[in-house]
């Protein structure tokens, strides 16, 4: 069984920062790319980045510059920086890990509960 847990929502003023973290834990072979995307009221959930377990790294056009996807691979941590933030990123964040349970099987995705995260003044 793998587990995915995010941590470091909650209510920001617009031009603030905040840190999510995400750690992937249980018995697997590997854990490849990690990934953050988001779901705002009455729209569809979106990427925002993702990255690689060599760190080779994505984001979305809409957080370039604002927001950095990094990993710690001996934690089995991912981690978003975001700063600089907008009304407009007000959403709910979910954390997604794609895991090889056993070498040469499937891979797997596994996602979090989410972790709100509101700009708002």
């Known amino acids: 069984q793998v587990q995915v847990v995010e941590s470091g929502g909650g209510l920001v003023q617009p031009g603030g920062s905040l840190r999510l973290s995400c750690a992937a834990s249980?018995?697997?072979?590997?854990?490849?790319?990690m990934g953050w995307y988001r779901q705002a009221p009455g729209k569809e959930r979106e990427l925002v980045a993702t990255?690689?377990?060599?760190?080779?790294?994505i984001h979305a056009n809409s957080v370039k510059g604002r927001f950095t996807i990094s990993r710690d691979n001996a934690k089995n941590t991912v981690y978003l920086q975001m700063n600089s933030l907008k009304p407009d990123d007000t959403a709910v964040y979910y954390c997604?890990?794609?895991?090889?349970?056993?070498?040469?099987?499937?891979?797997?995705?596994?996602w979090g509960q989410g972790t709100q995260v509101t700009v708002s003044s």
């Open positions: 997604n890990a794609r895991v090889t349970i056993v070498a040469g099987s499937y891979e797997y995705q596994y």
């Open positions: 249980g018995s697997f072979f590997s854990l490849n790319d």
């Open positions: 990255i690689s377990s060599g760190g080779s790294t």
